[in-house]
Every structure is written in structure tokens, then in C-alpha cells.
């Protein structure tokens, strides 16, 4: 088995063998901890002929990506006699006596070929008109999409922000000696594996088009990265030189990613073409520089290093030039991560020997911790930044959760029956 230990700490052995996360969990839940009083009510009915078109498993999926994000209270549409399917059968004073603010409803319907035509409306209750609205003509079996589809109009609908639902994660489930890198829904459903192999495979990272992913697999008994496209299946090593070959991270524009590499016998950070071919070295310390980042607009990334004694955050101009610090509170700060908008970063805090998710401004020193369990890891934001996903250890086990940015609020997730590692979340545009 892996040892469990940060992944600064594994770099000192230029191995970078690192379970981030090993979690047993059972099928999917959500548990809110905190944020009530200031969350949404929207009752979601079940649609018109779900049970028997979809097995009634439509508006299930609905209630639990919005109830997950934490800004929602999902009111008991079965204390409402009246179950309206469209905007005209609505009786509003009845879903106003149940607290509801909105109201989402509609109907699953046959259509040509074999498919089924699933209409909803999510209805202010207060004004009594439509938010938005939707008509989608698909196979039955892409329901959980179209359920999805749905959350994320809701979710715009009420909070004007897009909605992640139909993003996906990818992280590394380890059964035995076997590794197997997965590719799935948000919520942890509809898992595919995309490389199973008896070494370990390891820091999973989205590419912005959602269609490619590299990681590190030590299959050829060293640490090798490689891109791997989705859609083909195929893939090829990026860096594959001489020692370690770890950390990737892209570029927001997919042509290049930031590699760690230690050809020089140090820990450094280098830029290689997402094609593969020449390498560019962008730090240069006799410190160990690792775990790049890149910021949203391409000019500068985050990444770890000790040449202050500790590991610590720094910026530095992708073109290159003088690495600036961004943390100065805490001896131990890793695992950064930008925001989508670029204007704060998450990571990981040890602090009295717990590692805790922290957020901090860019160009601010003000950290703020958005945890408070003993032992937090590898945070990163949903693609629209109203999340951070990090895993975490609850009892002796590990476990995913996802917080607001202001800790406020949190949900914990359960995602697959397992050990996984290192999990990430994807971009809006994924390829399915």
C-alpha cells in the first residue's frame, strides 16, 4: 500500500508516491453541514410519468445536485396534495403554505425511435410565472444528463451563476495491487475507467477542453507523465525524461503544461508542449519546487517550494523572472489551487498538526480557514468557483467534501466503493 503523506513530503524522495485521499465510501449521499438559514426553498415535483418512462429516477438526481451545492432547502413536495405537471395546474397558495420559493415541475413523455421528450418549468411562486424553462428529445438511458441539464438552469435560474452538474471528476481507485484512473459525473455516478495498471498511477489533471487528461503512471518503474485524449482512447508520454516526471498541471489555453522534473538532480518546474517535444525550465533554486499551478489567465503560476526552510506558496511570471511568496502565515502550506475568476487561491495549512483547507486573496495576506477537520487534502474549485472539493479522514476514514468558499457551508459526499486518490474536478465543456 501507498503511504499516506502529503505530497510535499514525497517529494523529498523524488518517488512522489502519494495516496491523497483513501476512502471507502458506500453509495452516493449528501449530508449539509451548516448554511441553512440563508438557503433557497424550491420544491421539485416528481414529473409526470417519470415512475413508469424512467423508473422514477429523474427528479431524484435534480434535488441532489441542488442540494449539494448548499444553497438550496429542498421542500417535501408530497405534502402538497396537488402535484402540477404544468405551468396552468399549478395552485400557488398551496406551495406558499409549504414554503416553497420556486417550484420546479414537468413531464416525461413518449417520443419517435424509442426516446422520451422531458419538459419542465421551474415556477416562481411569489410572482407565479416562469424562471425558465426546457424541452429535451433523448434516449432513455441519458436521463441522468438531462437531469443534470436541468439542476444547472435551476441553479442559474436563482443564483445567476452557471451551473457544474454536467461537469465530471477523475480520480484514482485502488482495489489490491490494481490502480485504475476513473473518469464520472460530478456526483460520483456513471464511472468509466480509463487506465487500469498494477503500478500506481497518480495527480489526475484536467485539460480546459474536458477531453483530455494527464497524470503520472509508474508503469515503466519510474514516474512517467502522460496525456491521454477521452473520446479515442489514445495516449502518449509528455515527459518521460531522465528521474522523476510528476506534477502536471495545463496551461488555460491546453497547449502546454508545467511538469515537475529533476534532471538536474533537484526538484524544478519546467514547461512542455501538451504535444509532447522540448522542455523549458521555469524555476531555478536549490530549494524542491513542486505541485504548479497555472492562474486563469496564463501569465503566472502558484507552486511550492522550501527555499524559505518550509514549504511555502509562491507566484512567479510564466515568462519567467523573481518568484514572489503568497504565504506567510503557517510553516506548512501546499496543494494550491486559483480560482476560475483569479482572484483567490485554496490550499492546504498544517497547523498544530492538522492539515486544514485554507482560502486566501491573491496579493493578500489574509488566509482563512474553510475546514476544521485533522486531516484535509487536495482542494480544488468547481469550475464556476462556488466549491472547493477536498478530501478529507471522518473516523479512521476518508471522505470527500465540498464547502463554500467561505466555509460556511459544506456537503459530504459519498462517491464510490473503493480507496480513491487524488480526485479533480473537470471544466464546463466536457466531452461525454
Excluded: C
Amino acid at each position: 500500500m501507498l503511504s499516506r503523506k502529503p505530497l510535499f513530503i514525497l517529494v523529498l524522495t523524488l518517488l512522489m508516491l502519494l495516496v491523497g485521499l483513501q476512502a471507502r465510501a458506500d453509495n452516493l449521499y449528501v449530508e449539509i453541514i451548516g448554511g441553512g438559514a440563508s438557503r433557497h426553498a424550491i420544491a421539485v415535483v416528481p414529473f409526470q410519468d417519470e415512475a413508469s418512462r424512467l423508473g422514477g429516477a429523474l427528479t431524484p438526481i435534480i434535488r441532489n445536485d441542488l442540494n449539494l451545492t448548499g444553497l438550496f432547502r429542498i421542500v417535501d413536495a408530497s405534502a402538497v396534495t396537488d402535484q402540477p405537471a404544468t405551468p396552468d395546474t399549478v395552485h400557488y397558495p398551496a406551495w406558499q403554505t409549504a414554503g416553497a420559493q420556486s417550484l420546479a415541475i414537468g413531464t416525461v413523455g413518449e417520443a419517435n425511435n424509442g426516446q422520451v421528450t422531458i419538459s419542465f418549468n421551474l415556477m416562481d411562486v411569489a410572482q407565479q410565472k416562469s424562471l425558465t424553462s426546457g424541452q429535451f428529445t433523448v434516449a432513455p438511458e441519458r436521463y441522468r444528463q438531462v437531469a443534470h441539464t436541468i439542476a444547472d438552469m435551476i441553479y442559474e435560474a436563482i443564483t445567476g451563476q452557471k451551473g457544474f452538474f454536467n461537469t465530471r471528476i477523475v480520480y484514482v481507485l485502488k482495489q489490491g495491487t490494481n490502480y485504475q484512473l476513473q473518469v464520472a459525473d460530478m456526483d460520483g455516478q456513471h464511472a468509466k475507467t480509463v487506465v487500469r495498471s498494477r503500478e500506481p498511477i497518480m495527480s489526475p489533471a484536467w485539460a480546459p477542453d474536458g477531453r483530455r487528461i494527464a497524470y503520472v503512471s509508474f508503469e515503466t518503474n519510474k514516474p512517467v507523465v502522460w496525456v491521454q485524449d477521452l473520446q479515442t482512447g489514445k495516449r502518449f508520454a509528455v515527459a518521460d525524461y531522465k528521474g522523476s516526471n510528476s506534477a502536471p498541471a495545463w496551461s488555460p489555453d491546453g497547449s502546454r503544461l508545467a511538469v515537475v522534473l529533476t534532471t538536474t538532480g533537484n526538484s524544478e518546474i519546467y514547461l512542455v508542449s501538451a504535444n509532447g517535444g522540448s522542455r523549458q525550465r521555469l524555476t531555478y533554486s536549490n530549494a524542491i519546487d513542486t505541485e504548479p499551478t497555472w492562474a486563469p489567465d496564463g501569465s503566472k503560476i502558484l507552486f511550492v517550494s522550501d527555499r524559505s526552510g518550509g514549504p511555502q506558496i509562491y507566484s512567479m511570471p510564466v515568462s519567467g523572472g523573481e518568484a514572489t511568496r503568497m504565504t506567510w502565515q503557517g510553516s506548512y502550506n501546499v496543494s494550491p489551487k486559483i480560482s476560475p475568476d483569479g482572484k483567490r487561491f485554496t490550499y492546504i495549512q498544517r497547523t498544530g498538526g492538522n492539515f486544514r483547507v485554507m482560502m486566501q486573496d491573491i496579493g493578500v495576506d489574509n488566509p482563512r480557514a474553510i475546514s476544521q477537520d485533522a486531516y484535509d487534502e487536495r482542494p480544488s474549485f468547481a469550475p464556476n468557483g462556488s466549491m472547493v472539493l477536498y478530501a478529507s479522514d471522518l473516523g479512521g476514514r476518508s471522505v470527500l467534501y465540498a464547502a463554500t468558499p467561505d466555509g460556511s457551508s459544506k456537503v459530504r459526499l459519498g462517491v464510490i466503493n473503493g480507496e480513491i486518490q487524488d480526485p479533480a474536478w473537470g471544466p464546463f465543456n466536457v466531452s461525454n
